[in-house]
């Protein structure tokens, strides 16, 4: 099992598939994105790889991100490659996207295999939709419903930036309750362009719960492993709060990050990472790179609740994977 000093067992595993990414928000993206270029990127047959190598010592999620990960040309073909895992310990493959390629992707990732979709929607009022991201929102409700139709289950991800969309909680629960969509809103985490970031913008976890009190009623539900606090609004299990500022979920943090080029960032907020692809681009066997992989977890720093506020490093969220 990969474990890490602090007594954590580590079962997810995100896996970028590119850095590249259609949407501009502003928690996510710089001004000016640099692309890796390709041939930095893991192959298909590198990420397989490095996933069982994830799934053997007890990995049993993962989640295919971004950038965007539909933006990838053989995305297809890598989701039907994971399906080889089942059989070696892999329970769930999902996905994390923006949901504008999604109309045309959402059937085909259903029959290679997929189980599920997180789907970013920081708005519904089409304005504040594009104020946000640059793009328009039209795509990606057409992308939210071909899901659905796919068969695949659906949640929602919704950063809050003060100033920006905390007016749209309410528009956001209503229209996700109405459709029977789970919903996650998200504090604003200090992980974009250095500089960029105040505390100030974090729209809290209390103040989510306040809004939503204004209209409905809300009751908490118990934690479990994941980052989201759930709630039941007016009988519904369909909310949750992923209070990473406010309210620090590191505690029982069971995941672990690669991005697109193999770097390995067991939290979101390290400061560094491990060359876990370029150490298999250079030879080193299967089980040398265990070992890279089992001590990088094993040295795992606390976490945010540590260690509270932005973090200095080349590397950006579009970069590290959401």
């Avoid at 100033?163 to 604003?188: D, S, V």
């Avoid at 989510?208 to 204004?214: D, G, K, M, P, W």
């Amino acid at each position: 099992m990969l474990s890490d000093q602090h007594g954590r067992v580590k079962r997810k595993l995100r896996l970028s598939l590119t850095d590249r990414c259609n949407f501009r928000c502003s928690y996510c993206m710089p001004t000016h994105p640099v692309w890796l270029p390709k041939a930095t990127l893991l192959t298909r047959a590198e990420l397989l790889r490095l996933s069982r190598l994830a799934v053997a010592h007890g990995i049993t999620n993962i989640r295919l991100t971004g950038g965007e990960p539909l933006l990838r040309a053989d995305v297809l073909d890598i989701v039907h490659d994971l399906q080889s895992l089942r059989d070696e310990g892999l329970e769930r493959l999902s996905m994390t996207s923006n949901a504008e390629r999604l109309g045309m992707f959402a059937r085909p990732l259903r029959d290679a295999g997929l189980d599920d979709l997180n789907i970013s929607l920081d708005a519904v009022d089409a304005d504040v939709f594009k104020a946000l991201t640059g793009r328009g929102i039209a795509p990606v409700m057409a992308g939210i419903d071909a899901a659905r139709a796919a068969g695949l289950p659906v949640k929602l991800n919704t950063v809050l930036i003060r100033g920006r969309n905390e007016h749209q909680i309410l528009p956001l629960t209503e229209w996700a309750l109405a459709r029977g969509l789970a919903l996650r809103f998200i504090e604003y985490m200090p992980l974009d362009q250095p500089g960029r970031w105040q505390r100030e913008d974090v729209v809290t976890e209390a103040d989510i719960l306040a809004t939503l009190r204004t209209r409905h009623t809300v009751e908490a539900l118990p934690r479990g492993s994941e980052p989201a606090t759930r709630y039941r609004i007016d009988g519904q299990d369909r909310v949750g709060v992923i209070a990473t500022v406010s309210n620090p979920f590191c505690g029982t943090c069971d995941r672990i990050r690669l991005t697109a080029t193999g770097e390995l960032f067991t939290c979101l907020f390290a400061k560094t990472g491990t060359p876990l692809g370029a150490r298999m681009r250079a030879g080193d066997d299967d089980a040398a790179l265990t070992e890279i992989l089992r001590n990088a977890v094993w040295h795992k720093q606390a976490g945010y609740a540590a260690q509270p506020g932005p973090v200095e490093r080349p590397v950006l969220m579009y970069g590290i994977g959401g």
